[in-house]
C-alpha cells in the first residue's frame, strides 16, 4: 500500500512537470500545412503585383488609344472646316471675277485660279489653292486697286467679304496641322507602334499651301 501511494505521487508529480501535448502523428499535417502556407505566400504577393501591373499597362493603353482617336476625330473636323473656307474664298473670288468690278485682265486671272482651285483633285489641292492665293494678291497687291473694286457698284461688299474669307483660311490651316503636329508626335511612340493603338487610320498629313492674303485688301478691311 506505501509503494501504490508513492507511485501515485509521482505520477502527478510528473503530470504538473510535463503538461499533456499533442502527440507526434497529429502534429505533423498541421506543421505540413503552416509551411506550405508560408511557402506560398511570397509567390501570391508576386502574382498580385503582376496582375496589378498589367491592369495598370491595360488602362494606360486604352487610354491612349483612346487620346489618338479623340486627335484624329480632331483632324477630321479641322479638315471639314478647312475645305469649308477654302471653298468659301474660292466661291468669292469667283463671284467677284464675274461681278464686272474688275478689269478684264484682272476678271480673266482670277476666275481661273478660283475656278481650278473648286475643280482640282486631292493630290493637286494644295497647289492650286497656293495658285489662287498668288492670284489673289497679284489682283489686290495694291491699295489703289483695293479703293478702285470698293468704289465700284457692289465692290464694297464684294471686297469686304472676299477680305473675311482670305483671312479665315490662315487660321483654319493652322488649327488643322497644329492637330495633325499633335497626333503625329503621339503615333511616333514607340508603345502606339508595338501595339498597334492607332488601328487602320491613315498616317496624318498637313496641308501645306500658301495662304498669305493680299496686305492691302486685309488692312483696308480691318
Known amino acids: 500500500m506505501f509503494d501504490a501511494e508513492i507511485g501515485a505521487q509521482t505520477a502527478v508529480r510528473d503530470v504538473g512537470r510535463f ?12 506543421r505540413g500545412t503552416i509551411n506550405r502556407a508560408v511557402a506560398c505566400a511570397p509567390v501570391t504577393s508576386t502574382l498580385i503585383w503582376i496582375v496589378v501591373a498589367l491592369v495598370a499597362i491595360g488602362l494606360y493603353l486604352s487610354w491612349t488609344a483612346g487620346r489618338l482617336d479623340r486627335l484624329h ?36 486671272v482670277l476666275y481661273e485660279a478660283a475656278h481650278a482651285a473648286r475643280q482640282a483633285e486631292e493630290e493637286q489641292r494644295e497647289v492650286a489653292e497656293s495658285d ?4 489673289l494678291r ?27 474669307a482670305v483671312r479665315r483660311v490662315p487660321m483654319a490651316r493652322r488649327f488643322h496641322n497644329d492637330s495633325v503636329r499633335a497626333a503625329r508626335a503621339l503615333r511616333r511612340h514607340r508603345k502606339v507602334r508595338w501595339f498597334r493603338l492607332a488601328g487602320h ?21 480691318g
Open 73 to 108: 476625330a480632331r483632324i477630321d473636323a479641322a479638315r471639314a472646316a478647312l475645305d469649308a473656307q477654302l471653298l468659301r474664298r474660292a466661291s468669292v473670288a469667283q463671284e467677284l471675277a464675274t461681278s464686272g468690278v474688275l478689269d478684264p485682265a484682272a476678271s480673266i
Open 19 to 30: 503538461p499533456p501535448t499533442l502527440s507526434t502523428p497529429a502534429v505533423a499535417p498541421l
Open 132 to 135: 489662287l492665293s498668288q492670284a
Open 201 to 221: 487610320a491613315p498616317f496624318p498629313l498637313a496641308f501645306e499651301m500658301d495662304d498669305e492674303p493680299p496686305a492691302a485688301l486685309v488692312d483696308r478691311s
Open 138 to 164: 497679284a489682283v489686290f497687291g495694291e491699295a489703289q486697286q483695293v479703293e478702285a473694286v470698293r468704289e465700284a457698284p457692289g465692290g464694297e461688299a464684294a471686297a469686304g467679304e472676299l477680305a473675311q
